[in-house]
Structure formats: C-alpha cells, structure tokens
C-alpha cells in the first residue's frame, strides 16, 4: 500500500486551518480505511512565516495526531518556496504527494479521483478548474491573459491548473533537480514527462480568511513566470533594434533628399518625437535586459529557497 502526504502551504490561515484538516483527515482516513493507502499516510502543512495563530494550530492538531506534521519557515518565502519545502521534505518517505492550497478552493474531495489516476499509472495528477465564476472577474480575466501571454512566448502551461496537484516520488524526485531559485513551479511540471492525467473539479470561493495574492504579488508571479522561462523579451529587443535601425536609414534618405530640394529646418517636431520615442524605447530595452541580469545574479548566488525553523515530524 502507497504512503501519501498532503502538503499545505499556510500564510495567516487561522480562519480556514481548522476546518481544512479536518476535511483532509477525513479523506485521508477513508482512503486507509478502505486499504487503498497505508496508515502512516500523512499531513504536512508549510506554514511560511505566518504571524496569526497559524503555527499554534498546527502544533495542536500535531499533538492530538501524529498524523499531522508542520514545518514552520523562519519568514514568508513565497507560496512557491513553501511548497518546495513541503515536497523536499516528504520525498524520501511519501510514495504519492498532493498539493493543495489551505482555503479549499480546490475541492478535497478530488483527491480521491486523483488517487485512482495514480492507481491507473498516472505519476502526475493535474487538478483543473473547470468552473472558475467564484473567482472575481478581475481574476478570471487577469488569469486568462497570463496563459494567453505565457503561451505566445512558448512557455506551455496545464490552463486553469494551479498548484493543486498529485506527483508521484519519482515525478517529486525529478522535480527537485531543477535547482533555480526563481522556480516557476507550474511552467517545471509539463517539462518533467511521465505519464500524466487531468482531472476536472469546480473552484469555490475562499472558505474563510483573505486572498494571500494582491495583485502586487500576481503581477511579481506572473512577470517572474515570463522571464523565468523565456528569452523571447529579449528576442523582441533585438528586433524593435532592427527595426528602428531601418526606419533610421529611411530617415537618412529623407534628410538628404529634402536636403537636396533646398526644404531643410522644417522639422523640429519630428526630431523632438523621435528623440522621445527612441530614448522610450532604449529605456524599455535595457530594462528587460536588465531584469535578466538580475534573474543570473540571483542564480549565481544560490542563496537557500527557504530556512526551516521548526520541524514538527
Ligand atoms: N501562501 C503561502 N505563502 C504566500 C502566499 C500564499 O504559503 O506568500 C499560501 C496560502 O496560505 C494558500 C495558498 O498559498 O494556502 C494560495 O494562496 P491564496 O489562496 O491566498 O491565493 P489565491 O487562491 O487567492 O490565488
Ligand atoms: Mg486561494
């Protein structure tokens, strides 16, 4: 029988946390009980420097039940950083791992066709949101865009899937060679291979508590996504380059011809437009470039992706 960890990221989830593990002991529990998981199946909740009684809530559950486990990160490193924690964590002894956010917006109770998927060889289990009219219409649309965008510059994404997802160890294992710091978790996965399946769920509002992603953080997320995975910005650069180097032989032919015609000192206007126009766009330029530099400088240093504090195993 396969040993299964759920693994849930927790910024200040007071609200939620109980009602939550309570639902995914249930769930777990029915699954051991019917023997298709063994009984050291387990909870494991990242909580990534929550300051409201996150960490308190684990340690209680954690003191009732061994079954529930905590690690609790030293400040917030970012969902993406919590869950890697969480997957590095369970890799040696869970044989299944599921992910899933700490709101329930991802319905639990999917974890069981995911289970069956897994039975049926899948190593990874996308969850996908068929349905997303709780979310707000700024959300919804503000996502749709993000795939759209992603999919032009050649990043391939699972649409509507977020983080809520079944790997096998050997998926979790793979997973985890890939050592940048700036991990775009959902951009990695399809690139990993291994047999996957998709199963399809209905997304429901927040069951308590507020989102944890302003659109600040979407924006960050979304930006890092892009520049994480493609070098098509800086593609684009080079060709505006071009561009604008012909447009600027055209202009030489212009300047010369008008020249000749005796119609020269018209012209402050334009000169100030393209003045403007070009600096708008050089400025833009090394920008993108320099978001670049930026992504190899924090490469290089291989700084931690996370510290833990506390370990309640
Ligand atoms: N989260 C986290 N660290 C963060 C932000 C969020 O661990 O810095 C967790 C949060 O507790 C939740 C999950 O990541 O379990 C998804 O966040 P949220 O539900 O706020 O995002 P949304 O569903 O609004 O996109
Ligand atoms: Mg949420």
């Not at 391939?156 to 983080?163: E, F, Q, S, T, V």
């Not at 979407?218 to 180097?245: D, E, K």
């Not at 206007?269 to 978001?291: D, K, T």
């Amino acid at each position: 029988m396969k040993k299964l960890t759920i693994v849930v990221p927790a910024l200040n989830e007071e609200e939620v946390l109980n009602n939550t593990l309570q639902r995914l002991l249930k769930i777990e529990s029915k699954l051991i009980q019917a023997q298709i998981l063994d009984h050291s199946s387990d909870i494991l909740v990242v909580d990534d420097g929550s300051v409201d009684q996150t960490w308190k809530i684990i340690k209680h559950y954690h003191e009732k039940n061994k079954g529930i486990k905590g690690i609790k990160l030293s400040r917030n490193f970012g969902h993406q950083n919590a869950l890697i924690a969480g997957l590095q964590a369970t890799v040696i002894s869970a044989d299944l791992v599921v992910t899933i956010d700490a709101d329930l917006q991802d319905d639990p109770e999917t974890i069981n066709e995911m289970i069956n998927c897994f039975a049926g060889g899948a190593e990874i289990v996308y969850g996908v949101r068929n349905d997303r009219t709780t979310d707000t219409w700024f959300k919804r649309n503000s996502a749709g865009l993000f795939y759209k965008l992603l999919n032009l510059l050649g990043i391939k994404l699972i649409p509507n899937h977020a983080d809520f997802r079944l790997m096998s160890q050997r998926a979790v294992k793979t997973f985890l060679q890939y050592k940048e710091r700036n991990l775009f978790i959902r951009g990695i996965i399809p690139l990993l291979g291994f047999s996957t399946a998709k199963v399809y769920y209905k997304r429901t509002p927040r069951l308590a508590g507020k989102s944890k992603y302003p659109l600040k953080k979407m924006l960050a997320f979304a930006w890092n996504g892009i520049t994480s995975f493609s070098i098509i910005p800086v593609r684009f650069i080079l060709a505006l380059g071009i561009f604008t180097s012909s447009l600027g032989a055209v202009m030489f032919f212009y300047s010369i011809i008008t020249k000749w015609l005796g119609l020269t000192v018209h012209g402050w206007s334009s000169l100030m437009v393209s003045i403007w126009i070009l600096g708008g766009l050089q400025m833009i330029s090394l920008g993108i470039i320099g978001e670049y530099i930026g992504k190899i400088m924090t490469e290089v240093k291989q700084r931690p992706r996370y510290t833990i504090q506390s370990y309640l195993k």
